[in-house]
């Protein structure tokens, strides 16, 4: 029922995992069911089915870049709109069980990412230890646990979930990585704009790629939209077909974005609309403030302009 | 009165002219007073003080360009629109006395454009004719008839007022010339669009010209909407401010063309609306059809944009 | 021949006027033969015959705009290029014969252009003299020394020439009007960069108008020229085929505006080079400053680029 | 040594995976020596040490959109180009030990990404069968070699390494899906140009990205350079600046594309040369062509242009 927050919450399992850390950060979630989801696919198929309200799905991280089943399913299944993003830095601990000493550690388990990320803490602190690849943060944290291995590497919660002690943490190559995931609800009403809010679509066009995407920005860049990310990916349905996910700032509610929505919606061959929804100011990014819309951009320049339409119209003024 | 047809015209004289020629191609001109008047200036000022209706002035010839007195009156004095062109073809004929001999012609009095445009006439027929500057066509005709001169470079109209003799028509060496004249009033009500209008606009912008050129030829571009004719004049008032003055196809009822105003005004340092009027499809150029509204810029496909984005905003699709 | 300073100059004349007060202003030319033109196409006619060795014709003017009748002779004449370019201050003086009160003027004679530039001085100072319009600023002064009319307005140069009394000096209403002339001479090298130099061009584009403009100033833009003049004219070969005549910033010689050049030749239908020469910084216009390329755009930016572009084909880095 | 070509051969393992079935579509790779690497970064770490002569990695795949930890290690790490793309085909197919019926199957090994792209068939063909996560495609046919699943999801030389028999093939719900890989190397002279080829680059622009952005594409617009990928990434150093990876149409040897490579150059914050290489016309893009240059934009074109400023600046024509 539109309106009505959600209670019971799908997201991409395992537990122990990023994406239920960042499930967690949602007072609604943490009072709410969590149900892990084996894919993506399968999180969101759950809320299509109107088995969860809303799932908590990874849209990009800083290693492997954007999570291209997440973008496939929002593009082309049945509509779904995202209502929330969350930024995680994506912050390793080394677990182990308790009274395991550094120096002993032979095995570590983790997943292929993970240790890709905390290469440089391996060479440093256990470069001779054995590291093993698991299926997930999760699993590598309850291999731990059972004692498969001397210790993983995993998420914060993973350890605290699994009672591992935390041998080290904070031991990612680069601390400021982060993954960026989205609450994903059944379409409706948008949540209200709050002045600093991120519009996400897929933009279809066709053919010529140079000349067909200038319109695109062309038509973003003449009402001050800005861009925080654009990806192109193959539609898969015929040579030469691109789809560009955008991120914009800005609500659908904005004046500006309105009218950009709608040239774009004349000038390419489709466009789906995949939410507005509030940009999380995670506490890495503090530094970075909303941006103010660009001078004769506001919705007060566009009142203006329009009430000064219409006076032209009536031949008030010339 | 608004909506009340003009009745009074004032044009630039002096009498048998092509600016008299052009108004009376107008049938409330021909229907209507008819007052000469000695510069662009007079003729917009008896506008302005109501002693006309509207003036014809021209706006542009094929040999001297844009008439820069007319263009600098309507953006900076007191508001006034066009609401009417009128292309004339620049026909010259040789006029003389009943009964003259083209043999037997000595002087021919002449504006110097007259002359300049039928030098390759004058060479062949009369090498050895003197040809004698004069003020205007009107005073050629009114010389010839006196028999101050031998015969005369003038319009149709001249030859017809002075009741002389056409010795040769159609002397002018580039027979598609054309003048173009605008009707001119005070600000009311456009005239109701016809599907193939021109709207003309006075653009003021400062400093970088060509990034704020490209500026507004990108407001222009994603609604659309096409230009034929622009033209640049320094404002006079700080180094480095221009004007631009553009004749834009469509009418300020169009939306495209009215979303584009809008964007104007907000990046432009100042927009003059200097009217909508009907194109004048004029005889010498049947060929040249009204361009259609390009793919996705129709009223219609507008309507259907602003359809979707209400219903996005609505939280009815995606 | 080539590197030869001109001696023989041609001016739009009569004797008297503003162009013959330009061609002055040039060293060479008032060491040379200045002859007057009776028109613009014969001062052209003259140097393309090879009877003048450089013509001064009017290029634009405060009121009348440009002047169409020298942009035509440009672009489809036989080729000719501009050499230099003179800006002349329009001052207006009103001369009479020596003893000559202002009191006692009851007619002015004037050119119709000056007189309707000094119309707000003529209502203060002369409200009850009649003013007559005559061919030119010379013809006015001429007049005024033969005492025809009791005073003429015309340029100082006009009334220095014919002994007048100057009653009133710099009369026009706006007070920072100007003229510009081009000194135009056969091909041949251009004069070499001063670093603040102009370059005219006149592209020809076909049909679409704000598309293929759009793409004229996308040349310009990404090399970073600027624009200081741009004027729309039909061709008057086919329907919808225009010409735009542009002023850029900078020379021939320069590597970003050789390679904005090379650009508008190989997407335009033709361009035609109409001279590189140096921007005169009229006594006016102090407070305007040539302005340096911008940032990536110098010819040391060119050379680091194509260095690098060297090293990346000889695989010397990435 | 430049020149030689690669006989030791590095790749993202383990065996039996995609890449390695991509590295053995290339008849040097067939007839040299050919390592798995644990992750993209010691694949590319041991070119860099000369451990290996080039190293196969994947790019981007259908399903999990770009490999964020290939681009980043090409965009900053010691520099390496690439020298040849290889899309393959993500075919699966289900193998098992000899004898084993499709009906007795009750358990699958399967990497998640691969049992994500045959879940149609794995819901129609063995609805009640377990399906096992596992790390990687390699180790699920190994898995089903030894008898710990009953059946693995594998890529066809899975099957063909570990012995298996193919139970049913092309099981993926998207019969089209592909993953490309890039063969990496030192820096040295590009492979020859071949007429339908790819350049890739890194491109780094601070700060307002529309308009960035916007730069960006009219340096390679004006010059007809096409994008068959475009994917932006924050670059993690600074709050909002971002870098671009930007696939090409064209060769850095063709004049238009090092006309716009020194473009970029001098308008962005940095530019990194990724490498040319020829496209790779996989089978199931038959029917997608190389693209002319567009018309003017030849490299003929280029040498008419350069040609004709010559001749401007040496004053032979204008």
């Known amino acids: 029922m539109p309106g009505t927050p959600p209670t019971r919450f799908a997201f991409l399992g395992p537990e122990g995992t990023f994406a239920e850390q960042a499930l967690r950060t949602l007072p609604a979630a943490e009072r709410g069911t969590r149900t892990p989801a084996r894919s993506v696919g399968e999180a969101l198929d759950a809320v299509r089915a109107g088995d969860a ?7 990009e991280n800083s290693i492997g870049g954007a999570v291209g089943v997440t973008l496939d399913e929002l593009a082309e299944g049945e509509p779904l709109v995202i209502t929330r993003e969350v930024i995680l ?3 390793f601990v080394l677990g182990a069980r308790a009274g395991t000493q550094l120096s002993a550690v032979r095995t570590v388990a983790a997943h292929p990412q993970a ?3 905390c290469r440089g803490w391996l060479r440093t602190y256990l470069p001779d230890a054995t590291v093993i690849d698991v299926l997930s943060n999760g699993s590598a944290a309850a291999g731990a646990a059972t004692g498969e291995y001397d210790a993983a590497i995993c998420a914060p919660v993973g350890a605290t979930r699994h009672r591992l002690a935390v041998l080290a943490d904070k031991i990612a190559d680069h601390p400021d990585a982060v993954t960026r995931f989205a609450l994903v609800a059944r379409p409706g009403p948008p949540p209200p704009p709050t002045g600093d809010d991120v519009t996400t679509l897929a933009v ?3 053919h010529d790629r140079v000349g067909a995407l200038l319109s695109v920005l062309m038509e973003l860049a003449v009402r001050g939209v800005n861009l925080s990310r654009i990806e ?3 539609t898969g349905k015929a040579l030469g077909e691109y789809v560009f996910f955008l991120d914009c700032t800005g609500h659908v509610a904005d004046v500006r974005l309105g009218e950009a929505l709608q040239g774009l919606r004349r000038v390419c061959a489709d466009v789906r609309f995949l939410g507005s929804y509030p940009r999380h100011r995670w506490s890495g990014a503090e530094g970075e403030q909303p941006v103010p819309a660009p001078a004769g951009l506001s919705d007060a320049d566009y009142a203006d302009a329009a009430a000064w339409l219409a006076r032209l119209r009536a031949g008030e003024l010339s």
């Open 53 to 59: 309200d809303a799932a908590l799905v990874p849209l």
């Open 89 to 91: 830095p994506v912050e």
């Open 115 to 117: 240790s890709t990320q």
């Open 204 to 206: 279809y066009i066709a």
């Open 232 to 234: 192109s990916r193959p």
